[in-house]
Nanobody, 120 residues
Framework: QVQLMESGGGLAQPGGSLTLSCAAS????????MGWYRQAPGKERELVARINRGGGIDYADSVKGRFTISRDNSGNSVYLQMNNLTPEDTAVYYC??????????????WGQGTQVTVSS
Protein backbone atom coordinates (compact mmCIF):
# COMPACT_ATOMS: atom_id res chain seq x y z
CA GLN A 1 0.00 0.00 0.00
CA VAL A 2 1.03 3.61 -0.52
CA GLN A 3 0.78 6.45 1.97
CA LEU A 4 1.05 10.17 1.26
CA MET A 5 2.20 12.33 4.16
CA GLU A 6 1.80 16.10 3.94
CA SER A 7 3.43 18.80 6.01
CA GLY A 8 3.89 22.54 5.96
CA GLY A 9 0.42 24.00 6.30
CA GLY A 10 -0.41 26.75 8.74
CA LEU A 11 -1.27 30.40 9.04
CA ALA A 12 0.09 33.08 6.74
CA GLN A 13 -0.63 36.75 6.28
CA PRO A 14 -1.86 38.08 2.95
CA GLY A 15 1.14 38.49 0.69
CA GLY A 16 3.05 35.87 2.65
CA SER A 17 4.44 32.50 1.67
CA LEU A 18 4.15 28.88 2.71
CA THR A 19 5.68 25.69 1.41
CA LEU A 20 3.86 22.37 1.45
CA SER A 21 5.63 19.04 1.25
CA CYS A 22 4.31 15.59 0.45
CA ALA A 23 6.22 12.33 0.65
CA ALA A 24 4.96 9.06 -0.77
CA SER A 25 5.98 5.88 1.03
CA UNK A 26 5.19 2.19 0.91
CA UNK A 27 5.31 -0.10 -2.09
CA UNK A 28 6.00 2.17 -5.06
CA UNK A 29 6.92 0.79 -8.46
CA UNK A 30 6.46 4.03 -10.35
CA UNK A 31 4.84 7.44 -10.00
CA UNK A 32 2.63 8.57 -12.85
CA UNK A 33 1.86 11.99 -11.42
CA MET A 34 1.68 13.80 -8.12
CA GLY A 35 0.01 17.03 -7.27
CA TRP A 36 -2.02 19.19 -4.96
CA TYR A 37 -5.73 19.79 -4.67
CA ARG A 38 -7.55 22.08 -2.28
CA GLN A 39 -11.01 22.34 -0.83
CA ALA A 40 -12.39 25.50 0.74
CA PRO A 41 -15.45 25.44 3.00
CA GLY A 42 -18.61 25.01 0.95
CA LYS A 43 -16.69 24.45 -2.27
CA GLU A 44 -15.70 21.44 -4.31
CA ARG A 45 -12.18 20.06 -4.28
CA GLU A 46 -10.13 21.60 -7.09
CA LEU A 47 -6.79 20.98 -8.72
CA VAL A 48 -4.08 23.42 -7.69
CA ALA A 49 -1.03 21.98 -9.45
CA ARG A 50 0.33 18.66 -10.62
CA ILE A 51 3.50 17.31 -12.16
CA ASN A 52 3.74 14.13 -14.20
CA ARG A 53 6.64 11.76 -14.51
CA GLY A 54 7.73 13.41 -17.72
CA GLY A 55 8.00 16.73 -15.93
CA GLY A 56 4.86 18.25 -17.43
CA ILE A 57 3.15 20.69 -15.09
CA ASP A 58 -0.40 22.00 -14.85
CA TYR A 59 -1.56 24.88 -12.68
CA ALA A 60 -4.99 26.24 -11.85
CA ASP A 61 -5.40 29.66 -13.43
CA SER A 62 -5.93 31.18 -10.00
CA VAL A 63 -2.42 30.25 -8.82
CA LYS A 64 -0.34 30.73 -11.98
CA GLY A 65 2.59 33.01 -11.31
CA ARG A 66 2.24 32.64 -7.54
CA PHE A 67 2.59 28.90 -6.83
CA THR A 68 5.37 26.58 -7.95
CA ILE A 69 5.24 22.80 -7.86
CA SER A 70 8.43 20.76 -7.81
CA ARG A 71 9.61 17.26 -6.95
CA ASP A 72 12.71 15.52 -5.68
CA ASN A 73 14.99 13.38 -7.84
CA SER A 74 13.20 10.18 -6.87
CA GLY A 75 9.86 11.60 -7.91
CA ASN A 76 8.34 10.30 -4.70
CA SER A 77 8.15 13.70 -2.99
CA VAL A 78 6.43 16.80 -4.25
CA TYR A 79 6.49 20.36 -2.99
CA LEU A 80 4.27 23.40 -3.42
CA GLN A 81 5.83 26.80 -2.93
CA MET A 82 3.03 29.30 -2.40
CA ASN A 83 3.85 33.00 -2.69
CA ASN A 84 1.76 36.14 -2.54
CA LEU A 85 -0.99 34.30 -0.68
CA THR A 86 -4.48 35.76 -0.52
CA PRO A 87 -7.43 34.92 1.74
CA GLU A 88 -8.95 33.12 -1.24
CA ASP A 89 -6.15 30.54 -0.94
CA THR A 90 -7.51 29.45 2.44
CA ALA A 91 -8.43 25.79 2.19
CA VAL A 92 -7.46 22.28 3.15
CA TYR A 93 -4.72 21.19 0.76
CA TYR A 94 -4.51 17.54 -0.23
CA CYS A 95 -1.61 15.72 -1.78
CA UNK A 96 -2.64 13.43 -4.63
CA UNK A 97 -0.72 10.69 -6.37
CA UNK A 98 -1.30 8.32 -9.28
CA UNK A 99 1.09 5.57 -8.37
CA UNK A 100 1.87 2.03 -9.43
CA UNK A 101 1.73 0.06 -6.19
CA UNK A 102 2.27 -3.18 -8.11
CA UNK A 103 4.13 -3.74 -11.34
CA UNK A 104 0.88 -3.79 -13.32
CA UNK A 105 -1.65 -1.78 -11.31
CA UNK A 106 -1.85 1.90 -10.49
CA UNK A 107 -4.23 3.61 -8.10
CA UNK A 108 -5.06 7.10 -6.95
CA UNK A 109 -3.94 7.97 -3.43
CA TRP A 110 -4.71 10.94 -1.18
CA GLY A 111 -3.02 12.47 1.80
CA GLN A 112 -4.93 13.38 4.93
CA GLY A 113 -4.93 17.08 4.12
CA THR A 114 -3.22 20.08 5.66
CA GLN A 115 -4.94 23.35 6.54
CA VAL A 116 -3.72 26.59 4.98
CA THR A 117 -5.23 29.77 6.40
CA VAL A 118 -4.43 33.19 4.99
CA SER A 119 -5.54 35.96 7.29
CA SER A 120 -4.30 39.18 8.80
Amino acid sequence: QVQLMESGGGLAQPGGSLTLSCAASGTIFAVIAMGWYRQAPGKERELVARINRGGGIDYADSVKGRFTISRDNSGNSVYLQMNNLTPEDTAVYYCNGHIYSTITTWDEFWGQGTQVTVSS
